[in-house]
């Protein structure tokens, strides 16, 4: 099985070294009032997010369906979102924050999109999360529980 993107409840939202969505919501929670969130790059490469509860669902099926699978299997959505979207979806949890792109530094790679058709035919009618309804339990969760989060790097 071959998670992707993940963010949901109970991430970690260190600045250095947290995915994309943990870290535009540790930004944008820290900004000033009016303050824009400013996004390296030009927000238009591609990426595909699961939220962590879905995958949570997933593993379960795939264990307790007793799943057996001669090759890895993405557990994602089909559905690719720019940066762009991601960060105005953030903002928008925010006080509909303007999003600022910063083209002075790099994009990274254009398109991480993987295929999932295989688990498509193996569980046709599972509905992920939308990435905004993901998003906004994730920041309603964080703003709950903010002094609770890890903002630096996971102990084990």
Not at 21 to 34: C, M, N, P, Q, T
Not at 36 to 65: K, M, N
């Amino acid at each position: 099985m071959v998670p992707t993107n993940l963010y949901g409840p109970n991430d970690c939202y260190s600045l250095d070294s947290s995915h994309v969505v943990a870290a535009l919501i540790r930004r944008a929670s820290e900004l000033a009032d009016g303050e824009p969130l400013t996004v390296w790059g030009s927000g238009q490469p591609l990426r595909q997010f699961c939220y962590a509860p879905d995958l949570a669902l997933l593993l379960l099926w795939v264990t307790f369906e007793s799943v057996h699978l001669a090759e890895p299997l993405p557990l994602l959505s089909e559905t690719e979102h720019s940066i762009a979207d991601l960060a105005r979806c953030v903002a928008s949890e925010f006080g509909d924050r303007q999003v600022l792109f910063d083209c002075s530094k790099a994009d990274g790679q254009a398109r991480k999109c993987m295929s999932s058709a295989d688990l498509r035919g193996l569980l046709r009618n599972f509905e992920f999360t939308s990435l905004e309804e993901g998003i906004r339990l994730t920041v309603a969760d964080y703003k709950v529980k903010k002094g609770e989060y890890r903002h630096g790097a996971a102990k084990l």
